[in-house]
């Protein structure tokens, strides 16, 4: 780099090659989403066989590859931004050093030199003469800045001086500009793809470690963007993303999907986005460490005999194997479980009548038991929307059963709208209890993932577009009921009505304390459900007699709904009286519930 280039240097040829991509990444993202929700979606809805399943397979990894492009170009193109951003900083520090040298009467040679005119008083009858100038690298320590300036202050001609320091802040130019070329031409080497047409497991981890590249790189332009809110309201979080230009969406979607992705408050479509590149990156990630981590010894178990009787323990071979591999074997995969039900779920996209709508992923993470936010349907332009949130053992490796209980959900409450959309919500958003007996008699983990629920609930309405407010259904399941009624005790639960099915109690001992109208809280007990009635003395509300009030209470207020099925589990049981009750509740269809 040197002084003619960078004068030469536009940096607006590289905003519009940094829109370029960002164009580009956004016909991936449309051709995509042409493939998974028409194409694919309308095959899986009219065709059958070997080759439709081979067609639906060869769809996938295209909507894959549009998916990486789509990926690749808006890190390049923040790249770009970047890069841009460095460089027209070193610019603009370099032409107004220019300027103002030649508003000294100073002349700036093209190798950075400055020829300064003659001037100062007259020595020996003569104005000291002018000359020509270069800097040496500039005063970089107080001991040469005192030097310098008193070399400057020695010399009889005063545009010397001022010469030194134009130059000075001319090389420093030069110098930034250099660095910032040397810094970022690997960064951008390495966006560039390999030469097939697969989108493997390692094509994907490459793009965390680019976004990470690209994130080191450009730090002094994100730091110039308008920063997220910290731990900001949905409202503040909507008004940060409202107020952000195109070219800064994609860096922020480009280098750190995961904050993005957990914002409530902004459009579930860009949440989506933010959350599928994390998905991606972390199912790629995580299938090839499984891959790389030896598998447990086939010979697990050997008996032994201690005092009279055999004992079955585990070999040393397979003791020594989970010391070293256990515990990350075990969260690889059962992550990868997690993260295999959601792909199906994103597979069961269907188009026509009785199809399936297009899921968003509205909140996702591997970390402790995992995070999963799921809908069926756009709930930002749903006219009804039901959120529900499950209960004890829950976690990221069974989200499957609980997702398909808001498919079931969704399939009712649809057929029952009048035409109206509906969209349904497993919120999985929260440190579920994992054991029946030692975690579950707890109320903590429902107090500690209250905030949350209530942030997202508020955020659903802060995104909301389509015209009215949306019809809000809150529905829990077991210790997901608690977590409702303490999201309502601790704060304001922003729904219409709520649905308890199998409650332990619901940390208050009226429905009306749950924030719905009154008439709008509705629960269900099945015969054979131990859990309620064992539930109430730890999560029951209190009254003034010292009994522990449970939604199945008849005082207790709340609407006690038809309930055919049995157990614990059988809520959500397809053709039963049960799952069509919840689904009139989420429809606005009160008049047809059937009451018992």
């Known amino acids: 780099m040197d002084v003619a280039t960078l004068q030469k240097f536009k940096p607006t040829a590289y905003e519009d090659a940094a829109d370029g991509y960002r164009a580009t990444g956004e016909m991936a993202a449309r051709a995509k989403d042409t493939i998974d929700v028409r194409i694919s979606a309308g095959v899986r809805a009219q065709l059958e066989g070997e080759a439709a399943t081979a067609a ?147 094509d ?32 503040d979080n909507a008004s940060w993303w409202n107020g952000l230009g195109p070219e800064q969406r994609t860096a922020w979607v480009s280098l750190d999907p995961a904050a993005v992705g957990r914002l409530d408050g902004l459009p579930a479509a860009v949440r989506d986005e933010a959350n599928r590149i994390v998905f991606d990156q972390k199912y790629a ?26 004992s079955k323990v585990h070999t040393d071979e397979w003791m020594d ?51 999963a936010v799921i809908a069926n349907g756009n709930p930002d332009t749903a006219h009804h929307q039901a959120v529900y949130v499950p209960g004890t053992t829950s976690n990221l490796s069974n989200i499957e059963g609980n997702v398909d209980r808001m498919v ?55 995104s909301h577009t389509g015209g009215p407010e949306a019809h809000r259904t809150v529905i829990g399941h077991s210790y997901g009921t608690t977590l409702v009624g303490s999201a309502a005790d601790h704060g ?36 054979g459900d131990v859990v309620p009635d064992i539930g109430r003395w730890g999560h029951g509300g209190h009254t003034w007699g010292s009994y522990w009030v449970i939604p199945s209470d008849e005082w207790f207020g709340a609407r006690q709904m038809a309930t055919d099925t049995e157990g614990h589990s059988g809520y959500w049981d397809e053709g039963t009286q049960s799952l069509r009750n919840q689904g009139l509740v989420v429809a606005g269809k009160y008049d047809d519930v059937k009451l018992k």
């Open 321 to 371: 194997w989970h010391r070293q591999y256990g515990e990350r074997y075990e969260h690889l995969t059962r992550s990868l479980k997690g993260m295999d039900s959601i792909q199906k779920r994103f597979d069961r996209t269907e188009t026509g009548p009785g199809g399936l709508p297009e899921a968003y992923l509205l909140g996702f993470s591997t970390e402790g038991n995992g995070r």
């Open 492 to 527: 304001t639960l922003n729904a219409d009505d709520v649905v308890t099915a199998g409650s332990p109690g619901v940390t208050v001992a009226r429905a009306e304390d749950l924030d719905v109208p009154r008439g709008h809280v509705w629960n269900q007990e099945a015969d």
């Open 56 to 202: 639906l397979n060869e769809l996938k990894e295209l909507s894959k590859n549009f998916h990486y492009v789509q990926t690749e170009c808006g890190l390049v193109s923040t790249a770009l931004s970047g890069f841009a951003y460095d460089m027209a900083a070193a610019k603009r520090k370099l032409d107004a050093a220019t300027a103002d040298a030649q508003a000294a009467g100073c002349t700036v040679n093209p190798d950075g030199s400055v020829v300064f005119p003659a001037g100062g008083q007259e020595v020996d009858g003569k104005v000291p003469e002018g000359g020509t100038v270069r800097s040496t690298g500039g005063p970089s320590s107080p001991t040469a800045g005192a030097l310098y300036r008193q070399a400057a202050n020695a010399h009889p001609n005063p545009n010397y001086g001022r010469a030194l320091e134009f130059a000075h802040r001319i090389a420093d130019a030069v110098r930034e500009a250099t660095n910032a070329d040397a810094k970022w031409a690997p960064k951008l080497r390495a966006l560039k793809a390999d030469d097939d047409l697969t989108v493997s497991d390692r």
């Open 204 to 235: 994907w981890t490459d793009t965390q470690s680019d976004a990470g590249g690209v994130r080191d790189a450009g730090k002094g332009y994100l730091d110039s963007l308008p920063q997220p809110p910290k731990d900001g309201s949905p409202r």
């Open 408 to 462: 079931s959900t969704w399939r009712v409450a649809d057929s029952e709208a009048d035409g109206k959309s509906v969209s349904t919500i497993t919120w999985l958003g929260y440190d579920a209890p994992q054991d029946i007996y030692k975690d579950a008699p707890f109320r903590h983990y429902a107090d500690d993932g209250a905030p949350a629920f209530n942030r997202f609930l508020d955020g659903l309405e802060e």
């Open 285 to 310: 990630q995580y299938r090839l460490e499984l891959a790389s981590v030896p598998k447990p010894p086939a010979n697990e178990w050997t008996w032994i005999t201690a005092g009279r009787f055999p």
